[in-house]
């Protein structure tokens, strides 16, 4: 019996058909991820107590300091994991419910994981060292076949237990916090990567720097956490009927946001010399590993704003150009390291040279709005994300002529 996917199955979720939270959190995640990674690009400072912020600074930067310590760094990529599982529960339920089956559902995402890590692959050889498709895609090859069809009470024991971890064991030990706290060797190498002038003699170190990451978002065991909760809220549709789930969501937000904010104000406050520790970087997994917390409840937030959206018979601008670009989420993303890296790095223009926290911050929103416009314009000409296009073919296969 022939396992090609039939032309019912393979066509895309049509704009109607789809969620409206999933694609709200995906777009707003999106100027997370810039806020995160447009300190990396200030290479010439001289990093402080916190992933690659800068040791010094004036008023305005060490505003932006905290600000990104406290709501962003630790919270987007984990973020971005629990959307990422949650977008491979709706595929799964979408394949059998067109007529598919376990096998062909679960090759499928195989197919697409293979070619995410093949995608990371690239992106970072050519652009971009922190790339996070690969680690991703690495994550749904090993989780998704262990967890897919665990019951609900496993997936929440699961996720329970890796959590608890991931907060105690950095807390307790310091282990992550050469991963995590600014003067380390990893750090200095991202620095090294982005402020080395040749950009074929750093290739070596990108892809290094690529790999190396990639079980450590297993080590820090919150990435693990957030997939096996996002294949859980997946399963019951949590973000698509937020209505249904409003008491859950509610607490979420509510209590996720000040555990994350909370132990990341205590980093910022570290970061910027307010509270004095012998050691700087103690905290620093601790402030990594509290980042699922702030994530779900972001996720929570978006599920609450898209239940009270769902009462208007229209959404406001600002909210339909989020969702656009979180319908391309993909090709947002990549756009971001596309105009990032060839302005900043020191083998591009070498504007990085002159950033400090406020100006990468500021840089960082006017390339993500830079995005939405983009995604806003696309999605009004009914065209799809480049990238999204892309994986689609990889994973499916060219499309019959009938459904082109």
């Given at each position: 019996m022939s396992t090609a996917p039939s032309a019912a199955t393979v066509a895309p979720t049509p704009v109607s058909d789809r969620a409206l939270a999933p694609d709200l959190a995906r777009g707003a995640m999106l100027l997370l991820i810039a806020l995160a990674?447009?300190?990396?690009?200030a290479y010439t400072s001289e990093l402080g107590a916190t992933l690659l912020h800068a040791a010094d600074g004036g008023l305005a930067d060490?505003?932006?300091?905290?600000?990104?310590?406290?709501?962003?760094?630790?919270r987007a990529w984990t973020l971005f994991g629990f959307l990422f599982a949650y977008g491979i529960g709706q595929l799964y339920a979408?394949?059998?419910?067109?007529?598919?089956?376990?096998?062909q559902a679960r090759r499928l995402l195989r197919t697409r994981h293979w070619w995410l890590l093949a995608l990371g692959l690239l992106h970072a050889a050519l652009?971009?060292?922190?790339?996070?498709l690969g680690t991703y895609g690495v994550l749904g090859l090993v989780l998704v076949?262990?967890?897919?069809?665990?019951?609900?009470?496993t997936l929440r024991i699961g996720a329970g237990v890796l959590a608890g971890l991931a907060v105690v064991v950095p807390a307790v030990t310091g282990v992550l916090a050469q991963f995590t706290g600014g003067t380390t060797p990893t750090s200095a190498a991202q620095q090294l990567a982005l402020a080395t002038p040749d950009w074929f003699a750093t290739l070596p170190l990108r892809l290094a720097l690529w790999v190396s990451a990639i079980p450590g978002a297993f080590v820090?065991?919150?990435?693990?956490?957030?997939?096996?909760?996002?294949?859980?809220?997946?399963r019951h549709r949590v973000l698509?009927?937020?209505?249904a789930h409003l008491p859950l969501l509610r607490r979420t937000a509510v209590v996720g946001i000040a555990v994350g904010w909370s132990a990341g104000l205590a980093q910022a406050l570290v970061?910027?010399?307010?509270?004095?520790l012998p050691d700087p970087g103690a905290f620093a997994g601790l402030h990594i590993a509290t980042g699922i917390f702030a994530a779900l409840g972001y996720a929570a937030v978006f599920g609450l704003v898209a239940h009270r959206l769902g009462t208007r018979p229209t959404a406001p601008l600002p909210v339909r150009a989020l969702v656009a670009l979180g319908r391309r989420s993909l090709s947002g993303y990549l756009a971001q390291s596309l105009l990032f890296v060839p302005l900043l790095t020191a083998w591009g223009l070498g504007l990085g040279a002159h950033l400090s926290g406020w100006s990468a911050s500021l840089v960082a929103v006017g390339v993500w709005l830079l995005t939405v416009v983009v995604a806003y314009r696309l999605d009004r000409a009914g065209v799809r994300g480049p990238a999204e296009t892309l994986l689609r073919r990889l994973t499916y296969g060219p499309a019959p002529r009938s459904a082109r």
């Open positions: 990674h447009a300190p990396w690009f060490r505003i932006a300091q905290v600000v990104t310590i406290t709501a962003v760094d630790g979408r394949r059998i419910a067109g007529g598919g089956t376990d096998a652009l971009w060292q922190g790339d996070i076949p262990l967890f897919l069809h665990r019951s609900d009470r820090t065991l919150v990435m693990p956490a957030a997939v096996l909760l996002g294949l859980l809220a997946a698509e009927e937020p209505g970061h910027i010399g307010v509270i004095a």
